[in-house]
Nanobody, 123 residues
Framework: QVQLVESGGGLVQVGGSLRLSCAVS????????VGWFRQAPGEERDFVAG????????YYAESVKGRFTISRDNAKSVIYLQMNSLKPEDTGVYYC????????????????WGQGTQVTVAS
């Protein structure tokens, strides 16, 4: 059974930075595509960033390109999301997800999700 546990959320001022972490247990981490999704109140859960299982391809939503960076540590089975130059519209619950050999950009392709961590950007 795969489990994902996010941490690192919180309250930050506009222009600030946060780093989210997601610890993955179970399964073979190096075979997972991984991703981060964001859900604002009353909105859909949207793709933010993803890392292909091959480890050589990353993808970002247009709204976060140049500000967010996804990375993975296969030795520790941890996914990170470095978020810089944060904006109020980045506010939401951030979820990490993992799926074997999946396209990291497609929400429905993920089989396992974390419980989410709240990020609030105050103006």
């Amino acid at each position: 059974q795969v489990q994902l546990v996010e941490s690192g959320g919180g309250l930050v001022q506009v222009g600030g930075s946060l780093r989210l972490s997601c610890a993955v247990s179970g399964g073979i981490f190096s075979r997972y595509s991984v991703g981060w999704f964001r859900q604002a109140p009353g909105e859909e859960r949207d793709f933010v960033a993803g890392s292909q299982y091959t480890g050589d391809a990353t993808y970002y939503a247009e709204s976060v390109k140049g500000r967010f960076t996804i990375s993975r540590d296969n030795a520790k089975s941890v996914i990170y999301l470095q978020m810089n130059s944060l904006k109020p519209e980045d506010t939401g619950v951030y979820y990490c997800a993992a799926g074997y050999y999946t396209d990291p950009r497609i929400r429905s392709s993920y089989g396992s999700w974390g419980q989410g961590t709240q990020v609030t950007v105050a103006s």
